[in-house]
């Protein structure tokens, strides 16, 4: 809902001076201590704490009584997304304390002078005030998604402070639900997305728990009490780590390992993203061995043959006890990206080592069966071959668009991977996005114990299949992926289960939803989805920023999050972009999904494009013809 502007400030016991329509400055009273009280009704809050140069994030839902103590800066949310009343941000260089209940809420600034803004009820801005517009066809109600998701999930899962902080583990401890069960966190799976959310929003505190997220983990890895370098499948309130766990199938005659890579191959992607965001060397320098010792525990999984025994990767109720095609993929990707972070230390050997690794796992995936993953009877990926050499195919979407993504497949196998997709849309779109085409298919020596619910939906598979409509440049689909998750938000308060629709197979009973309830996975890879994908813009190790918009129709984006501060505009004339940060930045641009050289239709085949790069100062900006960038002459900026 739009911010109607309020017509005064929130209540305080100090003098308002009005700045503009939505700012205020509150002045303390005159005496012996400089403190402004603020009272509001019961509702959610978030306090920061800006102290000793680490932001931390205190999230109250409102549904209990709450004493908490920060500085910087404090939220005050009404209990509806959809309020009229407004979202309040008091700022102030001091101490804020917070008390409240269901009913009422009490702000102490311990400060001479506070500053008051108001918001919609879900702001448009991240925890750290900066805003964001979306002037673009149909972007409202995914501009609302955003927010809601943000403030309803993203933000109080991160319980570092409060409900973590006398757990033997608290920094970097990001709970999944905010519902009764799963009360541990989940580095194994889950940070994967955690994290590619937070970094997506761009905030500096977001940035900051992303980091307490990654230690974590790598400090997890290191402690293995069999020196294996596992990632933990989960930690729970009591420090217990559960670093090992097997699950049967239904029918009680398969056994598999949940996620014996998962984690280990995805803590070096967020490790990727993370310095290609800061380009902090003095970090990475600190860390490179504790990720070779991550990549050693899927190394030692690796056959002389380049092919990668994996068992579980992502799905925990399907038992594939064997090598999965899905996860050789992922794992040749995350050594591609482990090697450029060895290149940027200068380490060429171990770079050069990890090249070579993932290139035998993408020849191993590229080759036919029975040795490989490749069908060639039904010119498709197979999901998974156990260790008795039977293949396991149901038409796994990430199995086939995988290979396709990172290069792993031939030119003739991507063709077929793309036809597959066209022929089976209806199926994998049933919801962004399903796992396989064929659920009913599934054997109960194929389904865990725990019951079908993997054979669905789920966020952790739209993040990469969102990755394969990007790389086709396929702007309708991704906007019409986003569309679909926002309209189930929107319905729900902007809560989102765990996995979506599957009543036309399984658990016919009324709802489209299924396992853990307020889970942070739709969420997170929502804002990933908007903001990576079809707004694209993200991190590169080449540039301060990548711009590679596959948005649909003419107008505006402005982001004012610390790690974007841009603007780029889209007309029938050309593409505009404006440096909107206090400092010189480099930009790659990618342009091909615009314009009468873009495939906003979705006709794109995924080729790379060599992107332009412009170097623009505080306020400068750049502007390009569509017909043709590459034969354009930029002006406003260097190039």
Request: charged fraction near 25%; hydrophobic fraction near 40%; charge should be negative.
């Amino acid at each position: 809902m739009p911010l109607i502007a309020p017509a005064r400030a929130l209540p305080s016991d100090g003098t308002s001076t009005r700045v503009d329509e939505r700012t205020w400055s509150v002045t303390a009273a005159e005496g012996p201590r400089s403190r402004i009280r603020f009272d509001a009704s019961g509702g959610p809050a978030v306090l920061l704490d800006l102290d000793a140069g680490e932001r931390r994030l205190l999230p109250a839902d409102g549904s209990s009584r709450v004493e908490l103590t920060g500085s910087g800066a404090c939220w005050l949310l009404p209990p509806s997304p959809d309020a009229a009343e407004p979202a309040w941000h008091i700022v102030a260089d001091g101490t804020i304390e917070l008390r409240g209940d269901q009913d009422r809420r009490t702000v102490v600034v311990h400060a001479g002078t506070a500053t008051v803004v108001a918001h919609r009820a879900r702001p448009h801005a991240d925890v750290d005030g900066a805003e964001f517009i979306l002037d673009l066809p149909g972007a409202a109600p995914l501009a609302d998604a955003l927010a809601g998701f943000y403030w309803g999930t993203v933000l109080p899962c991160v319980v570092e402070r409060t409900t973590a902080a006398g757990y033997p583990d608290p920094d970097g401890y990001v709970i999944s639900t905010l519902a009764d069960k799963y009360v541990g966190t989940y580095p194994d799976v889950d940070h994967e997305f955690q994290i590619k959310g937070r970094m997506a929003w761009g905030s500096h505190t977001d940035q900051d728990v992303v980091r307490r997220m990654i230690d974590l983990q790598l400090r997890l890895m290191r402690e293995d009490p069999q020196q294996l370098w596992r990632d933990p499948c989960a930690v729970q309130p009591d420090g217990d780590r559960e670093y090992h766990v097997r699950r049967n199938s239904a029918d009680g005659s398969q056994n598999a390992v949940m996620f014996l890579v998962t984690g280990n191959v995805e803590v070096l992607e967020s490790a990727w993203l993370y310095y290609a965001r800061t380009k902090d060397t003095r970090w990475l320098r600190d860390r490179i061995e504790d990720l070779e010792g991550a990549a050693s525990c899927v190394v030692d999984c690796v056959d002389r043959l380049g092919r990668l025994w994996s068992d579980v990767y992502y799905e925990d109720q399907v038992i594939k006890d064997g090598r999965e095609t899905m996860a050789a993929s992922l794992a040749a990707n995350s050594f591609e990206l482990l090697a450029e972070l060895e290149d940027v230390l200068g380490r060429t050997e171990q770079g050069g080592g990890y090249r070579e690794l993932a290139g035998r796992l993408g020849a191993a995936v590229r080759a036919p069966l029975p040795g490989g993953h490749w069908d060639e009877e039904n010119r498709r990926f197979v999901d998974w071959v156990d260790r008795s050499g039977r293949a396991h195919d149901h038409i796994h979407l990430l199995a086939n668009v995988l290979p396709a993504l990172f290069g792993h497949a031939d030119a003739a196998q991507s063709e077929h991977v793309l036809a597959l997709v066209e022929r089976e849309l209806d199926e994998f779109q049933r919801f962004p996005t399903f796992l396989a085409a064929r659920v009913q298919d599934y054997t109960d020596d194929e389904i865990g114990d725990g019951g079908p619910y993997d054979l669905c939906a789920a966020g952790r598979y739209w993040c990469w299949d969102a990755a394969f409509w990007s790389w086709r440049r396929d702007g309708v689909m991704l906007r019409q992926q986003l569309e679909t998750v926002a309209a189930q938000g929107a319905s729900e308060g902007y809560v989102m289960g765990e996995r979506y629709d599957m009543g036309h197979v399984y658990y016919a009973d009324g709802s489209n939803w299924h396992g853990a309830a307020h889970y942070y996975e739709y969420p997170c890879v929502y804002a990933w989805v908007l903001f990576a994908e079809y707004l694209g813009v993200r991190a590169s190790l080449t540039a301060d920023l990548r711009v590679a918009p596959r948005v649909v129709g003419s107008g505006t984006v402005r982001l004012g999050q610390r790690a974007y501060e841009l603007t780029y505009r889209i007309d029938e004339d050309g593409f505009e972009l404006v440096n909107d940060a206090d400092s010189t930045r480099t930009f790659e641009l990618d342009l091909s999904a615009l314009g009468s050289t873009g495939t906003a239709a979705g006709t794109g085949t995924g080729d790379a494009v060599a992107p332009l790069t412009v170097a623009l100062g505080p306020g400068e900006s750049f502007r390009i013809g569509l017909a043709n960038p590459a034969a354009q002459v930029p002006t406003g900026g260097r190039a």
